[in-house]
C-alpha cells in the first residue's frame, strides 16, 4: 500500500524540494521573470508520500516553463483574434446594424459565433466528430493547453461516484484516474454527485458537449500539481466540503484527503489549464480558486451565478510563487447573485477581457500584494445605491492596503463601459511598471460590444451533426 498524501506542512518537504529545484529556482531569477517561492511547508502534502514529492517537483518546474516573459504579447495576440472575429462576424451580419451587433441578441437562423474562441469551432455542423479541433481554440494565457488531444475518448456512461478507491470503469472517476491522456465524453445527459474531491490527473479534457452535464450536490473538482487539463461545458453548482478520506488519485495511487474547501474548481500548483463554457453557482467556497503559483490559466465563456466570492487568484499574502501566476478571464457573464471577487487577485498578472458584470454587492475586481490588473473592454454595471452608507459603484478594491502603497500598483482601465455611476480607480504607469519588450497594448473591442461577445455565456445546448 502507497503512503498517504494527506494535507499537512512538514519541514521534511521543504529540504527536499529546495535540493531538487535548485537548478529551476536559479533559472526564474531573471529580470524579467520571478520566482517561485521557496517556502514550500505549505505544499499540504504528506513529505513521506514519494508519489506527491514527484508531483510537487514537476508541477512546479512545469509552472516556471509555462510562465510568459512578455505578458503584454499574450494580451495583445488576443485581442488582435478578438478584432479579427468581431470584423468576420459584422461581415456575416452585414443587414444589421452595429448596435444589434453591440447588444445582447440571439442570432436566430445561421450560426453566428461572436467571439474567436467560439468561431474556432461552434459553427461546424461536424464538430462531435471533430471535437479534439477545440484544442486549437484556446487564447489568453491558458494558449498553450492541449488537454487529451494525443489521448483516445474515453465515453463515461455511469453517473454513479460510489467506489472512492476503486473506481467502477465508465465513471468520470475511473477516467480522470487512468495515466494516459484522454478526451473525456458523456453517452447522455446526467447528474453526477460526487462522493468526494475529484483528483484529475494531467492531459485530460473533460467535454460535456452535446449533453446537460451537471455535477452538483457533492465535492469539488480538484486540479492539484497537474498540467494540461481542459473543461469545457459542463454546470458546476451546489459544492460542499467533502469529509476527506482514502481516495485514489491516479492508477498507481491513493491516501489519504483531508476535507476539501467546497470549491467548484480548485486549481492548485497547476499550469496549463483552460475553463471553457462552465455554468458555476453556489458553491461552499470559491466558485474557481487558482492558488500556489498556478500559471498560464484562461477562464472564458462561463457564466457566474448566486455566489459570495467568486474567484480568487492566490490565497495567501506569503505566497510570494504567486508572482508567476499569469490568468485570462475573457467573454464571461457575472449574473444575478454575486458579492465579490471576479476576481481578487495576489501578485500576479491578470488579464480581465470583454466580460458582463451585470451584478456584484461588494466590488468587482479586488486584490492584494501588488498584483496587475488590465481591466479592458468590459461592461460594468454598478447596483444601485439603496443606502448611502452601502455604496458599491467603485468597482475595484485595494484589499487591507493604504493608498501609499498600492498607488504603485499597475491597475489599467482601458475601454471598459462604466454604468450606473460605476467608477474604475487606475493606479501605476504602464511604460514604467513593466520591464518586458512589449510596451504598448493594442486596444480591446470596447465594452459596448460585449453583450454580443458574451451572449453564449455557460453550458450549450448543442446537439450532434448541427452547429452549436
Known sequence: MTSSPA????????????????????????????????????????????????RAKSALKEAEKSYHPDPLEV???????????????????????RRELRGKKKHKGKCVATNPIDQCWRCRP??????KRLAECVLGFGRNTIGGVNGKFYVVTDGSDDDLMNPKPGTLRHAVTRREPLWIIFS???IIRLSEELIVTSYKTIDGRGHQIRVMNGAQITLQFVQHVIITNIHV??????????????????????????DGISIYGSSNVWVDHVSMANCLDGLIDAI???????????????????LLLGAHNGDDGDKIMQVTIAFNHFGRGLDQRMPRGRFGFFHIVNNDYTHWEMYAIGG?????????????????????????????????????????WLWKSEGDLLLNHAFFVESGDLETLLPYTTKELIEAKPGSFVGALTMDAGALECIEDKPC
Not at 494580451?75 to 446594424?97: C, I, Y
Not at 478520506?245 to 484527503?257: A, C, N
Request: proline share 4%; glycine share 4%; charged share 25%.
Open 368 to 408: 492584494s500584494q501588488d498584483p496587475t490588473f488590465i481591466s479592458q473592454g468590459n461592461r460594468f454595471n454598478a447596483p444601485k445605491v439603496t443606502d448611502p452608507e452601502h455604496n458599491a459603484t467603485e468597482v475595484t478594491k485595494r484589499e487591507y492596503t493604504p493608498e501609499s502603497e498600492w498607488k504603485s
Open 7 to 54: 494535507f499537512f506542512p512538514l519541514l521534511l518537504l521543504f529540504l527536499l524540494l529546495l535540493i531538487n529545484v535548485s537548478t529551476a529556482d536559479t533559472e526564474m531569477k531573471s529580470s524579467t521573470t520571478p520566482t517561485t517561492s521557496s517556502d514550500t511547508t505549505k505544499l499540504h502534502i504528506n513529505s513521506l508520500d514519494k508519489t506527491w514529492r514527484v
Open 188 to 190: 447522455r445527459s446526467m
Open 75 to 97: 494580451v495583445n495576440h488576443l485581442n488582435s483574434n478578438v478584432h479579427k472575429a468581431v470584423d468576420e462576424v459584422e461581415v456575416v451580419t452585414a443587414n444589421q446594424t
Open 292 to 310: 500556489y503559483y498556478s500559471t498560464a490559466i484562461t477562464i472564458s465563456n462561463c457564466h457566474f451565478t448566486k455566489h459570495l466570492e467568486v
Open 237 to 262: 453548482q451546489d459544492i460542499n466540503a467533502g469529509k476527506g478520506g482514502m481516495i485514489r488519485d491516479s492508477i498507481d495511487h491513493f491516501g489519504m484527503r483531508d476535507q476539501s474547501d467546497g
Open 126 to 131: 461536424n464538430w462531435a466528430k471533430e471535437r
